[in-house]
DNA sequence: GCTCGGTGATACCTGGAAGGTATCACCGAG
DNA sequence: CTCGGTGATACCTTCCAGGTATCACCGAGC
């Protein structure tokens, strides 16, 4: 029943993702034969077709769809549970095991509550040591769940918290960033309607997972080049509150009425039962 | 970094469970030098040692305990997405795939809210089939983790509900089941201690994952045996209030004033994202 | 209609890994 | 000092994963 091999399911991802078996074979570094049969003896071994070849191409079946959703979630736990033996085993660290746990937190968030929550933390006794790990945007959930993370600063409702146990440590406002010398940077207040129809200054797009999300607005990559284009005046940009302590002299921040409040939450897998992890979240909650 | 191939993994559980390699490899029905050479490999691909072998046995390094706590977790993921995934496929259903949703319930639970649950779903339009399995005490969460069931009836404090999403549907209070002829029986309610202390009469112990509790009481395998048990005068126990619904003439339930509420979840793995299940939850809550 | 490009499947071969048996090396208990 | 019990090693066999060459199929062109 649990004949399910690591290697086959990895095979299958890569077919169920590229509807394409060349091109799945290319992406595994093999070639299409083997592929081909991998995938053959994987639906015999199950009793159930996975994929409908037909011309033009191959779709997936109902099992291969529930085998794309439940195995994807599948691979990721069994990289979780290989990287975070290494981990405890201390192979990537020349010191030998050590009790570390990994952070991850938003590149462009802000520093202030991390620097007060590692300071917190780093008092208490047996304290182990803080990897903090610069994510993308939203990507935090990913690394928890593949392990390269042992836990996270979410924002909710950027990130969703499924699967994860959770503790709130703040809430905060939402601002729009704007070049100072536009009409709308002397307002007191702004709505979101207000900055998402500017003709002249386009909202900024941040890229989420590789992709970016339709719109006029230039593609922003990091921190540093977006505040370089509201400089100049050629978009504006929302951000939590405590992106007020990144602004340059030629940015204005305008607190916006209806943006949604953001809430920034630690959280961690819910199986985890590591005493790190449980102080540093006694930590996060004192503060 | 992801090579960590099922068949490894499910080797070094065995080891890690038995500390064992002989007992381990019988477990696995294969010879015990392989399964040596097995885990030796496994060593040297993540690079960490997991077992310590001194003499007299095996003990788990820091990285072992690791990859056994998330090792399982991973396994179950695996199991889980393979039997989901030919399930949806209809594999062990001659009639082909059809829409289906396994719902785990505890067998000594009582029927009367899971009749109207059933019955609630039934009306809604594109019900799709539930199959209900009984579990064993408190093997629901396994059964969801594992793939075996899709949603199960679970009872706080019981059950334990980390990692799943869950919505509330009943709160009930407990009772004492005491033979009718016993002094006890003619209390209008009792207390925890009234019922643990009674020396003509031990509470009754049910096997939790096949381990007993300690205690002088009988060892309960099934509803009946314990109903004519405490029929007999020779034991007692103390379950949720509905197990009324089965008592027999010659029991006397008693209410308890101090034993904490039952309260009934419906619950399913948190990632699901299945339609079938949906609507199985929006029945459960309008009940 | 026929070819052509692109798809996945098949045939066949080969190297390596997984598993089995026999045996060793080690150590603690008598 | 042996003996029982442990895990490791040596060596062999089998089988499967992967590679190459090729086929079978089909839709789009000319």
Redesign the pocket.
């Known amino acids: 029943m649990d004949i399910l091999?690591t290697?086959e399911l990895r095979?299958f991802l890569a077919v169920a993702e590229e509807?394409?078996?060349?091109r799945a074979?290319e992406r595994l570094?093999?070639?299409?034969?083997?592929?081909?049969?991998?995938?053959?003896?994987l639906e015999r071994r199950l009793g159930v077709s996975l994929l409908t070849?037909n011309?033009?191409?191959?779709a997936l079946t109902g099992a291969g769809e529930m085998l794309l959703y439940e195995g994807s979630a599948a691979l990721d736990a069994i990289t979780a549970a290989a990287r975070r033996a290494r981990r405890a085993g201390g192979a990537d660290d020349p010191r030998g095991p050590r009790n570390r746990l990994v952070l991850a937190v938003k590149a462009a968030s802000s520093h202030e509550l991390l620097h007060k929550l590692l300071d917190a933390y780093a008092a208490e006794p047996d304290a182990a040591e803080i990897d903090v790990l610069p994510s993308g945007t939203c990507e935090q959930e990913e690394m928890l769940r593949d392990g390269r993370a042992d836990v996270a600063l979410m924002h909710k409702p950027f990130n969703s918290l499924t699967g994860f146990d959770s503790e709130e440590l703040m809430t905060e406002g939402q601002i729009a960033i704007l070049p100072a010398g536009h009409p709308l940077a002397a307002h007191k207040t702004l709505s979101l309607a207000d900055v998402s129809g500017i003709p002249d200054l386009p909202l900024a797009r941040w890229s989420r997972n590789g992709v970016y999300p339709p719109g006029p607005g230039p593609e922003i990559h990091d921190q540093t080049q977006l505040a370089q284009l509201i400089a100049l005046g050629r978009t504006v940009a929302v951000f939590p509150d405590s992106a007020r302590a990144w602004l340059w002299a030629e940015h204005t921040a305008v607190p916006l009425t209806d943006a949604p409040p953001v809430v920034t939450h630690i959280a961690w897998p819910a199986h985890s039962r590591s005493l790190a992890l449980a102080g540093l979240v006694r930590a996060a909650t004192r503060l």
Chains 1, 2 share one sequence.
């Open positions: 091999e290697r095979y509807l394409h078996f060349g074979a570094g093999m070639a299409q034969p083997p592929l081909s049969r991998a995938i053959q003896r070849r011309r033009r191409g191959v």
